[in-house]
């Protein structure tokens, strides 16, 4: 089965603009979360997203945000963008049931911002 | 802050066994154990996880100690292509399926 497709894979922005990443998770998985990855702080938690409803959240500010919709597809948008996000973004689907299941991760987005 | 503990590099050479370990001492009843496993520049890979019992599948074992505070991962015959960041994770059972990863173990594996 296909997997968990983000799109687009690369992005330049510049300082102040705003950017919508998305991800289409595997067929059925109903759980879709974000990450961060900098080679300073690692691979960094931003939210999780299930059935259309935000379950989690890490710790970063309210310029990053995200949606899910009926389809389980999610976007993330961070808004006035800082030189500090550049970053890869990767997003993983779940099956969303319980603990006793593994992620699966996409390829990622790496946005530069300039 | 991440729950475990791993040593920030490993060599091994090929075709033999990789053994990388991982400690989580405050570890609790229900947490499992995850790795994953990241190749430069992709998305990270699921290997294998468990909650107390040893497990096995196509990809490698799981070696979970009998008190639960450290477990270790073996690649039984490393190839060059298992040359990857290796992450050990305890799933918070309070936090759905957020993973929190740490520094993870660079494994370099040489001819």
């Known amino acids: 089965k296909a997997g968990v497709t983000q799109t687009p894979r690369y992005l330049i922005k510049t300082r102040g603009q705003q950017v919508t990443l998305s991800c289409s998770p595997i067929s059925g998985h109903r759980s879709v979360s974000w990450y961060q990855q900098t080679p300073g702080q690692g691979l960094q938690f931003l939210f999780e997203?299930?059935?259309?409803?935000?379950?989690n959240k890490g710790n970063f500010p309210g310029r990053f945000s995200g949606r899910q919709f009926s389809n389980s597809r999610s976007e993330m948008n961070v808004s006035t963008l800082e030189l500090g996000d550049s970053a890869l973004y990767l997003c993983?689907?779940?099956?969303?049931?319980?603990?006793?299941?593994?992620?699966?991760f996409g390829q990622g987005t790496r946005l530069t911002v300039v | 802050d991440a729950k475990t503990t791993q040593p920030p590099s490993m060599d091994c050479a090929e075709g033999r066994a990789a053994n990388l370990p991982c400690n989580h001492s405050t570890i609790s009843g229900n947490e499992y154990v995850y790795w994953y496993r990241q190749i430069h520049s992709q998305g990270p890979q699921y290997i294998i996880h468990?909650?107390?019992n040893n497990e096995t599948n196509e990809m490698a074992s799981l070696i979970i100690t009998e008190d639960r505070k450290s477990s270790t991962l073996i690649l039984p015959h490393a190839t060059l292509r298992d040359t990857a960041v290796y992450y050990c994770?305890?799933?918070?059972?309070?936090?759905?399926?957020?993973?929190?990863f740490g520094g993870g173990t660079r494994l370099m594996v040489k001819p």
């Open positions: 997203y299930f059935s259309e409803t935000q379950r």
């Open positions: 468990g909650l107390k």
């Open positions: 994770i305890v799933r918070d059972d309070n936090a759905g399926n957020m993973l929190t």
């Open positions: 993983a689907s779940s099956l969303g049931e319980g603990m006793n299941t593994e992620a699966f």
